[in-house]
C-alpha cells in the first residue's frame, strides 16, 4: 500500500548472506561500545557475529519509492544516541529528541504514500505509521529505550493524523485554557493558574499546519491575507488564532477547553461556586422561563453557567441557539444550532450574529439563546425576549449586573438607532427578568456573585435589586479565598408570580428561607 512498506520486507537482508566486514563490525562495535561515552574504538575483536544490515547491494528497488535507507552509512552519529537517552527528561522533550524526531519524520514522510495514508481510518494508519517509523528507527540505528521509542511513536503519530503536541495537553480534563505564543512558548491554565509546559513545537511552520488544520474542520481558513480566526473544536471548545504578520513572535493560538462531562448545576454546588439554596433559586429561575441574562469577565464561566441553565429547558419546547463558535452543549432533543459565518476571500457571504437572531423569529423558537451578545444583535435579543420568546438567554462581558445593563444600552446605540435613552431602557427593563454575575477571583476559582432582578424604573433609572451576593470573609493559608453566598432577605422576588404560574412558587418561598437560616 505504501512505498515503503512494500519494499521494506524484500530489501531485508537474509541472515545467510555475510556483509562485508568493514562496515558492519564497524557498526557493532559501536553499538557495543555505546555505555560507555561515545569512544567507539575501531572494532579490535568482535566480528564474528554477523550483522543483520542490508548489504549495500540489496536485489531489486522497491516500487513507488525511492528507499530512504542509506545503505552505505547506516551508522548514526554517536552524539544521536546520546541524544535518544536524553529524551528521558522529566517531560521527555529535549533538544537532541527534537533533533531526532526530525530526522525520522522528514524520513517518514518521504517514504509514505500520503494519498493512500488519507484513504485509511484513523486507527489504521497510526498502526502503518507505528509500523513504518519503527523500520526506519531500526535502519538508522537508533539506541533507544522501549519507553522513549513508544513516546516517539505517538508524537510522530499525533504530528501526522492528529494535532501534534496539542494531542497530550487536548486529552487532559483538568485543563481549562492551552494558551500557545509561538512554536516555543505552550501555557496552560489549571485550577485557574496560568503555568507553563514544556511542550513545544518542531517550528513555526508545524504551528501555522496545526492551526490550519484545526480552523479547516468547520469550513474556515487562517493565512496571511486572514490572519484572524474564530473556530471551533469537534468537542465545541472555542479556538482563536492570530497569525503573522499581526501576531510578531509566530502564530498564537488560544483554546478555551470544555471538560468530557457536561457540568451540571450540582457540580457548581460542589465546587463551591454557588450555595444549594442559590442553585435551587436558579433552577426555578430557568424553569419559570424568566429572561436570563448571564454577565462577567474573560474566563469567569459564563458559557459554562449557561450550559447549566439550559439544564431546566423542558424537553417539548424548540429551542434555537445562535453563536460565533458553537459550543453550547444543550441536551433536549429539539434543539436548532446557529452559527455566524466570516466573508470570504472576495469579502462577500458574511452572515453576522444579528442576521441569526433576526431569522431566528421567522423559526417559531420557544427561547433563542445567543451565545455571546457583542453588538447591535443585542436589539434584536431584547425584540425577542419581549415578544413572547420568554425564556430566552445570553451572555455578554461586563464587571457587575448594572454595568451589563449599561453594555446592552451601549450596544444598541451603537448599532445606529436613533432611540432616545429612556425607550431603551424601557425596553430593557421590558426584556430582561434576571441578571447573574459570574466572576473569577484572584485565586483562580469561579463563583457566581450576584443574582440580580430587574425591577423597573424610577424616573430615568432602571432599578434592581439583588437576591443574592458573594461575601468574601478572607483567605486560608494556602491562599484560597474563603466565603459564603448570602441572601439579601428579599422574601418576595419580582417574578414570584410568573413562579407561582408554573407551580414553582412553595419551592422558591423554602429556598428563600432556607438561605435566610
Given at each position: 500500500m505504501f512505498g515503503k512498506r512494500a519494499g521494506g520486507p524484500t530489501s531485508r537482508p537474509a541472515p545467510s548472506a555475510p556483509p562485508p566486514a568493514a562496515p558492519s563490525a564497524d557498526s557493532h562495535a559501536e553499538t557495543r561500545t555505546e555505555p560507555p561515552a561515545q569512544s567507539a574504538a575501531p572494532a579490535p575483536a568482535p566480528a564474528p557475529k554477523p550483522a543483520p544490515k542490508p548489504a549495500p547491494k540489496p536485489a531489486p528497488k522497491p516500487q513507488g519509492f525511492q528507499s530512504a535507507k542509506p545503505a552505505p552509512k547506516p551508522?548514526?552519529?554517536?552524539?544521536?544516541?546520546?541524544?535518544?537517552?536524553?529524551?528521558?527528561?522529566?517531560?521527555?522533550?529535549?533538544?537532541?529528541?527534537?533533533?531526532?524526531?526530525?530526522?525520522?519524520?522528514?524520513?517518514?514522510?518521504?517514504?509514505?504514500?500520503?494519498?493512500?495514508?488519507?484513504?485509511?481510518?484513523?486507527?489504521?494508519?497510526?498502526?502503518?505509521?507505528?509500523?513504518i517509523v519503527t523500520e526506519i528507527i531500526s535502519i538508522k540505528n537508533v539506541a533507544m529505550s522501549i519507553a522513549e521509542q513508544e513516546q516517539l511513536l505517538q508524537d510522530i503519530c499525533n504530528d501526522v493524523l492528529g494535532f501534534g503536541p496539542l494531542e497530550p495537553l487536548l486529552a487532559r480534563d483538568d485543563i481549562a485554557d492551552i494558551m500557545v505564543n509561538g512554536a516555543d512558548d505552550v501555557f496552560i491554565e489549571v485550577n485557574g493558574k496560568v503555568e507553563k509546559t514544556n511542550i513545544r513545537f518542531r517550528d513555526n511552520a508545524q504551528l501555522m499546519n496545526i492551526c490550519q488544520r484545526i480552523v479547516s474542520q468547520v469550513g474556515r481558513r487562517v493565512d496571511e491575507s486572514s490572519p484572524i480566526c474564530d473556530a471551533r473544536l469537534m468537542d465545541g471548545s472555542r479556538v482563536n488564532v492570530i497569525a503573522p504578520p499581526l501576531a510578531l513572535d509566530g502564530p498564537t493560538l488560544t483554546i478555551r477547553k470544555f471538560?468530557?462531562?457536561?457540568?451540571?448545576?450540582?457540580?457548581l454546588v460542589e465546587f463551591n461556586s454557588i450555595s444549594p439554596e442559590g442553585a435551587k433559586v436558579l433552577e426555578i429561575i430557568g424553569a419559570s422561563r424568566c429572561n436570563v441574562l448571564i454577565s462577567g469577565g474573560t474566563g469567569s464561566g459564563k458559557t459554562t453557567l449557561l450550559n447549566c441553565m439550559t439544564g431546566f429547558i423542558e424537553e417539548d419546547e424548540r429551542v434555537v441557539t445562535c453563536e460565533d463558535a458553537a459550543e453550547l452543549q444543550l441536551q433536549q432533543p429539539h434543539v436548532v444550532r446557529l452559527e455566524t459565518r466570516p466573508p470570504n476571500l472576495e469579502g462577500s457571504g458574511q452572515v453576522t450574529m444579528r442576521d441569526l437572531v433576526k431569522n431566528c423569529l421567522r423559526m417559531r423558537p420557544e427561547r433563542i439563546i445567543v451565545g455571546e451578545v457583542r453588538g447591535p444583535e443585542a436589539f434584536d435579543l431584547l425584540q425577542a425576549m419581549n415578544t413572547g420568546h420568554d425564556g430566552s438567554m445570553g451572555t455578554l462581558h461586563a464587571n457587575s449586573p448594572r454595568e451589563g445593563l449599561s453594555r446592552i444600552e451601549s450596544m444598541i446605540t451603537m448599532g445606529g438607532y436613533n432611540l432616545p435613552a429612556k425607550t431603551i431602557r424601557e425596553m430593557i427593563v421590558g426584556s430582561i427578568d434576571v441578571v447573574i454575575q459570574a466572576a473569577r477571583l484572584r485565586d483562580g476559582s469561579r463563583k457566581i456573585t450576584h443574582i440580580t432582578e430587574v425591577i423597573g424604573m424610577e424616573g430615568d433609572v432602571v432599578v434592581t435589586q439583588d437576591l443574592f451576593l458573594y461575601e468574601i470573609q478572607g483567605e486560608d493559608e494556602h491562599g484560597r479565598i474563603s466565603g459564603r453566598h448570602v441572601s439579601t432577605g428579599i422574601a418576595r422576588p419580582n417574578f414570584w408570580e410568573r413562579a407561582r404560574y408554573f407551580g414553582l412558587d412553595a419551592q422558591l418561598a423554602a429556598a428563600l428561607d432556607a438561605s435566610e437560616a
Open positions: 551508522a548514526p552519529k554517536p552524539a544521536a544516541r546520546t541524544a535518544a537517552r536524553a529524551a528521558a527528561d522529566p517531560g521527555g522533550r529535549s533538544e537532541e529528541y527534537y533533533a531526532i524526531k526530525t530526522t525520522i519524520f522528514n524520513a517518514l514522510i518521504d517514504t509514505i504514500d500520503l494519498g493512500q495514508l488519507a484513504r485509511l481510518d484513523n486507527e489504521t494508519a497510526a498502526e502503518e505509521i507505528r509500523d471538560k468530557k462531562d457536561k457540568l451540571t448545576m450540582r457540580n
